[in-house]
């Protein structure tokens, strides 16, 4: 498993601006853009907010329009807030593949 904390793993110049404008709503959207490398043979990639992927689970699968990028969205229970606070506390995520070389978040976030 790849664990990734957000938004602990944000800059904290990105949290900032981020706190000021939407405070602690959740973030609209997800998406994730992973490049596999070369030897991967996987056709999706599992994500999920538990470590045995027991938890809710989202798929990233090649998409032939960006030359077999892996997407996918977060499911909307997962989106995290814009801060880390004691309300708020960071989301973990788990991958069931390693053998992605680059791996992009694009959020979108509430007004």
Same mark, same amino acid.
């Given at each position: 498993? =790849?664990?990734? #904390?957000?938004?602990? %793993?944000?800059?904290?110049?990105?949290?900032? @601006?981020?706190?000021?404008?939407?405070?602690? &709503?959740?973030? &609209? !959207?997800?998406? @994730? @853009?992973? !490049?596999?490398?070369? %030897?991967? *043979?996987?056709?999706?990639?599992?994500?999920? #907010? &538990?470590? $045995?992927?027991?938890?809710?689970?989202?798929?990233?699968?090649?998409?032939?329009? =960006?030359?077999? =990028?892996?997407?996918?969205?977060? $499911?909307?229970?997962?989106?995290?807030?814009?801060?880390?606070? $004691?309300?708020?506390?960071?989301?973990?995520?788990? @991958?069931?593949?390693? $053998?992605? *070389?680059?791996?992009? =978040? %694009?959020?979108?976030?509430?007004?």
């Amino acid at each position: 498993m =790849l664990p990734i #904390d957000l938004p602990t %793993a944000w800059p904290t110049s990105v949290r900032r @601006f981020a706190e000021g404008i939407v405070g602690s &709503k959740p973030a &609209k !959207q997800i998406e @994730f @853009f992973a !490049q596999m490398g070369a %030897a991967n *043979t996987a056709s999706s990639v599992s994500i999920s #907010d &538990k470590p $045995a992927l027991n938890g809710t689970i989202d798929t990233l699968v090649p998409d032939p329009l =960006l030359n077999n =990028l892996f997407t996918g969205t977060l $499911a909307p229970n997962l989106l995290p807030a814009a801060i880390t606070d $004691a309300t708020h506390p960071p989301l973990t995520l788990y @991958f069931d593949n390693t $053998a992605m *070389t680059d791996l992009w =978040l %694009a959020i979108t976030w509430r007004a």
